[in-house]
T-cell receptor
Framework: GNSVTQMEGPVTLSEEAFLTINCTYT??????LFWYVQYPGEGLQLLLK?????DKGSNKGFEATYRKETTSFHLEKGSVQVSDSAVYFC???????????????FGSGTQLTVLP | NAGVMQNPRHLVRRRGQEARLRCSPM?????VYWYRQLPEEGLKFMVY????????ESGMPKERFSAEFPKEGPSILRIQQVVRGDSAAYFC???????????????FGPGTRLTVT
């Protein structure tokens, strides 16, 4: 079955530091890949996505590239801010058509704390 | 454009009582997903529904849990005879029709935090 392995946290960085959160996956076929962010007491917000190999998703300074050869989708940001403090989840879905493949499989989440 | 709505945001139940969690999808979305987040864990898929139809319930516990998405009104996740282990955050997500643009994107509600005492 599908699975997502995510870098364990917590991660603590100083403001303006470089961020990498590693994510690798196991899936049959060609999944779509996502990063979601969860702020305290809130639901998940879609941060960025990629639907095919070599696609780069980007949003709010965050980037991740769909690497089929390494089955990875690492999240990066060049300069983090205090407001980026949150839990980040890597996720995949099996496809857009098949009913049973549409569910999201999540990694365990990485808590990021950015200090001023 | 209103997002995914869930209520209540917080729910406290004693062991043995029933819990009903409601979810109204984003406007224009006809597909609903329920996920559970146990303390210190990631989200686990429970069930996927469209109007009047359960598409995939492979993540639902076999007993006490049920879900519906009627033709009119919100989707309901029902937990009968709750136990302490049911304490968790329950998130609903919605998406567009399969095959339409962006249909693989799921948008999440704020969640219902269930506490069983």
């Amino acid at each position: 079955g599908n699975s997502v392995t995510q870098m364990e946290g917590p991660v603590t960085l100083s403001e303006e530091a470089f961020l990498t959160i590693n994510c690798t996956y196991t899936a049959t076929g060609y999944p779509s890949l996502f990063w979601y962010v969860q702020y305290p007491g809130e639901g998940l917000q879609l941060l960025l996505k990629a639907t095919k190999a070599d696609d780069k998703g980007s949003n709010k300074g965050f980037e991740a590239t769909y690497r089929k050869e390494t089955t990875s989708f690492h999240l990066e940001k060049g300069s983090v801010q205090v407001s980026d403090s949150a839990v980040y989840f890597c996720a995949l879905s099996g496809g857009a058509i098949s009913g049973s493949a549409r569910q999201l499989t999540f990694g365990s989440g990485t808590q990021l704390t950015v200090l001023p | 454009n209103a997002g995914v709505m869930q209520n209540p945001r917080h729910l406290v139940r004693r062991r043995g009582q029933e819990a009903r969690l409601r979810c109204s999808p984003m406007k224009g979305h006809s597909h609903v997903y329920w996920y559970r987040q146990l303390p210190e864990e990631g989200l686990k898929f429970m069930v996927y529904l469209q109007k009047e139809n359960i598409i995939d319930e492979s993540g639902m516990p076999k007993e006490r849990f049920s879900a519906e998405f009627p033709k009119e009104g919100p989707s309901i996740l029902r937990i009968q005879q709750v136990v302490r282990g049911d304490s968790a955050a329950y998130f609903c997500a919605s998406s567009n029709l399969p095959g339409t643009s962006g249909s693989y994107e799921q948008y999440f509600g704020p969640g219902t935090r269930l506490t069983v005492t």
